[in-house]
């Protein structure tokens, strides 16, 4: 009869459950976040404008508009050894964009240069930066046979010959474009098509594959990346090896940057992170930022091109 | 009570063997002393007086000159033998011996044997202890080397007695810090999930270790990984200890002897992982009598048959335990697959099987033959046929997972003196994984011939070890034990290997390929020595010098760990231990430490990938309160480095070579551990607490910087307890709390150039950012499990209805967390909500079973 009576008690418990208690999803509180602003920046010797994007970030569950991220009427400004330098207009319209003209060869080698912006519904984000030194290249070539990709496919790459600086951390970005001639047809007087001249060149950011080197990372802005703790100074050949094109381009253009720490860690890891999107069970990525009260890159690089046929 | 035990009479058995005493008049008075059941063995003083060491010279040599107090006496004499379990001959492991004359004692070592040698008296007086059961205390003459055997009976059979001289070696005395043993039957009385009883699963409710998810058989000690384990089942290397993904583990109770786990403070004697080594031990099989015990359960039945193959000389024991979910859903699966318009079966099962058989040649000689295998298997098969006026077609899906352990272990014991045992081990252990995937798709027109595609694709991967093992236990007086020996171990690493079969008959294609990464063959070799010395009343020290090394093919490692523990006693009671270790561990398991996926893949140390290294400091106390509760308080600092992590990014299921997708790091962990066990009586059970931290630094993840360990637990709490009311019904609970484990979770969302568009037309996608690795606290965890057994004599066998509950008042514990993203059609447009949810694994999960025993 207690058996009986047993089962009848835990049937009855049962039954009183409320109606999730099965559930065994539940809502829980997301991690405290902090309201930051957001800035992403390359600078360059070369560059005649300094962009900088300025957002804001979200909590992970809060919704976002397209239009929620921009950050307007902030104040960009660029400090050079302690002195400002530059003030960047606020951005227009809605839009998240702050640039300003540069002098030319406003990011001289060996200089601090500081990024501050503020907007007073935000702390104030800084980051500092020392431009890295000029670099040599010896020269830079186009090799048709870069070997075999992992799905089969063949490979060329650009490679640009360096000589590293001994003694120095030195961090290494390359990109290339592709150029394709835009044409522009030419007729005689009478209408009759003549030819074509080349007025230009159409700039295709290429598509980095994998890097024959073990030590060269895939780096965000289809960028390999490399540390010359390899090859402290030594010379190197610092290939970019993509998919071979078909037709191909009449020339490549080779950027490479030395870069600063930081942004070579931004790099990489963003990614890294991207990457790992979409596997299953993927390991976490932390990105590198080095912006203080904030989230994003400010980073510097002396850079130097290349054309190659 | 006192120190004396007044028994009228001697037991006939013993009258019997008082022949072999050489001085009979020696034997103690009856009504003063009298011995319990003794059993006297023939003496055989010719061997025992001159020890022949033979090819042990040399190892003998090296001890005399590390050990001068090893100097031999002649006035002295050593009592040797074994301590075993009267009713069933079963060897009885860590049976304290205390001779009251002269105040010294010895432990009986993994095979019940102890050897103790003191001054020669007429009349020595022993008392022998162990755990549950009752206290033996006799008299012996020591006029020369004693062979005796002790047979103790359990507590519970015993009758009203006056105890004398209740004492055991306390967990004062001993040197060794950081080591519990859990009675095994105390394990098999903690209410389990579904009622499958479960070894690791106890192990994790005690103090310093963590379970790692809900549910899971994982054991992260101190702040180590799962890898950093050392399972030994018989002395053989389990690699893999989960059936079922982790909800179980392969240990079957009905066929386990004895448990211990060493967290810290390791002897000399062990090597090869960084945190803990988990000692199983089969039972040897009753050798008096036939018996067997059996359960079913919810999920699984076993059974273990156990009896005599010669009475007194030899035994066998054998034990299964088989899941049915496979076979009761067998029906389900058919009809379910017939209204699909197919036929085929589905279902997923494990087993293990424990076998082990010994025999005694001599006094001198025993010997160990034990077996074990284990396997998971999951299956599908499934055909679907059709017919289209006269032409056919058939479509075969055949898949399959399957991952087990099988573990072999020849044992010789060899008494080569009273004062010298020597074990020598021969062992076999193969962990294995294989996944397979296949169809078959055959179409016949009418008047052709059938066209046929074959796809399949193989994978396996595991490894494989024989290893020979020569230890020795030395005794030379009652203040020094001494052990030594060597082993070597072959391991072949089995990292990956895929077979494609791709056939097509239309095409005449025929693809047979296979991938993936070489086996990789190493040897691991060791030597140890370590000396368990009682250099006075107070102090007491285990010191001794692993030396190991590792040669994978292009490289060989080597390591001299030196091994430490003290205890000083004080009055009170209070002693106060410090233990100090290094330990090196030259393989690695890249697995995933979320749930208990059978692809873990142990692979070796090789010019790239460093052995772990280890260091661990330890400063405790510890008391016997009252009369059975032993407490103990710890504290450690541990580190380690060349620890082994998954690159950031990379995953499991990527199958470029795993050099490539592993990072070696370092960690470390600290804490404070206390501990109150009650092993015997009534009410018996545990009580521990740890505070902790656990981290780690690899240069590769997390910007190189420190975080905090996924098991990082600053709180574990655990109370384990069993009241029996009555011989016929019994209560058991657990309650445990811990601090929720870490892991990564982004605390807010940005904007971040596409990595995938050049600098030239920037685009963003929405990252979310993760300051540092391991940043968010899952909810704590806490539980409660009850169970109650009615146990009841019938006339051939006794039976036990055993009733439970697993997380009986539904505690929705984390398993794991994710980000849930709902679209929802509201007032005319989509609206987007976003919600961080935990899913949880077991709401309340009641069992029951039904057992037996005879």
């Known amino acids: 009869m207690y058996k009986l009576l047993f089962l009848f008690i835990i049937a009855c418990g049962l039954t009183s459950c409320s109606e999730d208690f099965f559930d065994q999803t539940i809502d829980i509180d997301p991690p405290a976040y902090d309201k930051q602003l957001v800035a992403h920046a390359l600078a360059s010797n070369l560059d005649s404008v300094f962009t900088l994007p300025l957002t804001r970030n979200f909590g992970i ?193 080779a950027h490479v940057w030395s870069v600063t720490e930081d942004y070579f860690l931004y790099v990489v890891s963003a990614q890294r ?9 993927t390991e976490p990525v932390t990105v590198h930022h080095n912006v203080e009260q904030g989230l994003g890159i400010f980073g510097l690089g002396w850079e130097e091109v290349r054309d190659v046929q | 009570m006192g120190n004396q035990l007044s028994i009228p009479y001697l037991p006939l058995f013993v009258k019997k063997n008082l022949k072999y005493f050489p001085q009979p008049t020696t034997l103690p008075h009856s009504g003063v002393i009298a011995p319990v059941n003794i059993f006297l063995m023939t003496r055989t003083p010719t061997l025992f007086r001159q020890p022949r060491l033979g090819p042990l010279f040399f190892a003998g040599y090296f001890l005399f000159l590390c050990f001068p107090v090893l100097a031999q006496n002649p006035a002295r004499y050593t009592l040797s033998g074994y301590v075993s379990d009267a009713e069933s001959g079963e060897r009885l492991i860590g049976a304290t011996l205390f001779a009251q004359t002269g105040a010294q004692g010895t432990v009986t070592n993994t095979f019940g044997f102890y050897s103790l040698t003191l001054p020669a008296t007429d009349s020595l007086r022993v008392v022998v202890s162990y755990v549950g059961y009752q206290t033996e205390s006799f008299l012996v003459p020591l006029r020369e080397n004693q062979a005796l055997n002790i047979p103790l009976s359990a507590s519970a059979m015993l009758k009203e007695v006056e105890i004398v001289g209740e004492r055991y070696e306390r967990i004062e005395e001993r040197a060794q810090m950081s080591r519990i043993d859990v009675p095994i039957e105390q394990i098999k009385k903690v209410p389990a999930l579904l009622g499958e009883k479960d070894v690791l699963k106890a192990l994790q409710l005690l103090p310093g270790v963590s379970g790692g998810g809900e549910g899971q058989a994982g054991i992260y000690v101190r702040g180590g990984g799962p890898d950093q384990n050392l399972i030994l089942l018989d002395g053989v290397p389990v690699y893999n200890a989960s059936h079922l993904f982790g909800f179980f583990s392969v240990f079957n ?43 079913i359960g919810l999920v699984a039945s076993r059974l273990t048959l156990e009896g005599p193959i010669q009475k007194g000389k030899s035994s066998f024991i054998v034990s299964g335990r088989r899941t049915y979910i496979d076979v009761l859903a067998r029906p389900l699966i058919k009809k379910a697959f017939e209204s699909d318009g197919g036929t085929g079966k589905t279902g997923y099962y494990f087993y293990d099987v424990n076998a082990k058989v010994n025999h005694r040649f001599s006094d001198k000689d025993r010997v160990y033959l034990s077996f074990y295998t284990g396997r998971d298997k999951f299956y599908l098969d499934l055909t679907e046929r059709n017919d289209f006026g006269g032409n056919t077609s058939e479509y075969t899906v055949n898949s399959g997972l399957g991952w087990g352990n099988v573990t072999t272990a020849l044992r010789w014991n060899h008494l080569l003196s009273p004062k010298l045992f020597a074990n020598t081990t021969l062992t076999y252990s193969r962990y294995n994984f294989n996944t397979s995937a296949g169809s078959t798709d055959r179409t016949t027109f009418i008047n052709e011939s059938p066209q046929e595609s074959i796809f399949s694709l193989n994978y396996f991967s595991g490894i494989d070890d024989v290893a020979a093992k020569l230890d020795f236990d030395y005794s030379p007086n009652p203040n020094h034990l001494i052990k030594f020996g060597a082993n070597a171990i072959y391991h072949t690493f089995h990292p990956g290997e895929f077979t494609t079969r791709i056939r097509d008959s239309q095409d005449s294609l025929d693809i047979n390929t296979k991938l993936g990464q070489p086996d990789v063959n190493a040897t691991e070799f060791a030597a140890y020595v370590e000396d368990d010395w009682k250099a006075t009343n107070r102090l007491r020290l285990n010191y001794g010098l692993h030396f190991s090394g590792f040669s994978p093919e292009e490289k060989t490692y080597v390591s001299l760990q030196p091994r430490f523990n003290a205890r000083y006693l004080f009055d009170g009671g209070w002693a106060l231990k410090s233990a100090f270790s290094t330990m090196r561990q030259y393989i690695h398991l890249l697995t995933n430490e979320s749930i208990g996926l059978p692809t873990d893949l142990w692979l070796p140390t090789t010019a790239r990938i460093k052995p772990q290294d280890s260091w661990q400091v330890a400063l405790g106390l510890a008391k016997t309160l009252g009369k059975n509760y032993e407490f103990s308080v710890e504290t450690y600092y541990k580190e380690m480095s060349n620890v082994i992590a998954f690159r950031e990014g990379a995953s499991l299921f990527q199958f470029s070579d795993w050099q490539g997708r592993v990072t070696q790091g370092d960690g470390r962990g600290y804490g404070a551990e206390f501990f109150v066990q009650k092993k015997t009586g009534k009410f018996s059970g545990w009580v521990g607490y740890t505070l902790s931290w656990a981290y780690r630094k690899f240069p590769e993840l997390n910007l190189g910087r420190e975080y905090p360990y996924k098991y990082d637990r600053r709180h574990d709490f655990e109370i384990v307890g069993t009241y029996k009311f009555n011989p016929r019904v019994q209560l058991s609970a657990t309650w445990v709390y811990a601090t929720g484990s870490a892991t990564t979770i982004g605390t807010s969302k940005y904007q971040q150039p596409d990595p995938g568009s050049g600098r030239q037309y920037y685009s963003f996608y929405t990252t979310t950012d993760t300051p540092i690795r391991n940043n968010f606290r899952q909810p704590g965890y806490h539980r409660f499990d009850i169970g109650v057994d009615f146990t009841k004599q019938k006339r051939r066998y006794e039976r036990t209805w055993s009733f439970g509950a697993y997380n009986a008042y539904n505690r929705k514990n984390p398993f794991f967390i994710f980000l849930s993203e709902k679209s929802e059609y509201k007032d005319g447009q989509y609206v987007q909500t976003t919600s961080l949810k935990q899913a949880s694994l077991f709401p309340v999960i009641p069992y029951f079973a039904w057992s037996f025993k005879f």
Do not use: C
């Open chain 2, 253 to 295: 109770t009905d066929a386990i002897k004895d448990v211990s786990l060493t967290k810290g403070g390791f002897p000399a004697r062990y090597g090869g992982r960084l945190s803990s080594v988990i000692e199983i031990n089969l039972k040897e099989g009753n050798e008096k009598e036939f018996h067997g015990e059996g359960s």
């Open chain 1, 61 to 253: 569950l809060e919704q976002t508009p397209d239009s929620g991220w921009a950050v307007n009427n902030a104040l960009v400004q660029i400090y050079e050894d302690g002195q400002l330098k530059l003030v960047a207009p606020p951005a227009l319209n809605g839009g998240q964009w702050y640039s300003v003209p540069l002098p030319p060869g406003f990011f001289q080698s060996g200089k601090s240069y500081e990024l501050r912006a503020s907007h007073p519904d935000f702390t104030t984000i800084s980051a500092r930066q020392i431009m890295p030194s000029p670099f040599q290249i010896d020269s830079a070539a186009y090799r048709e046979n870069a070997g075999i990709s992992g799905d089969g496919t063949k490979l060329s790459a650009v490679d640009v010959y360096l000589k590293d600086q001994a003694g120095v951390k030195n961090f290494y970005v390359i990109t290339v474009d592709g150029l394709s001639p835009e044409l522009t047809p030419y007729f005689d007087q009478l209408g009759n098509f003549l030819g074509y001249d080349t007025t230009g060149f159409y700039f295709n950011s290429i598509y980095p594959e994998t890097a024959e080197d073990p030590n060269v990372r895939l780096a965000a802005g289809r960028a390999f990346a490399v540390s010359d703790q390899f090859f402290d100074g030594q010379a190197y050949k610092l290939s970019f090896r993509t998919y071979y094109q078909y037709g191909g381009y009449s020339q490549y253009r």
């Open chain 1, 273 to 281: 992170k991207y990457d790992a999107g979409d596997l299953p069970l």
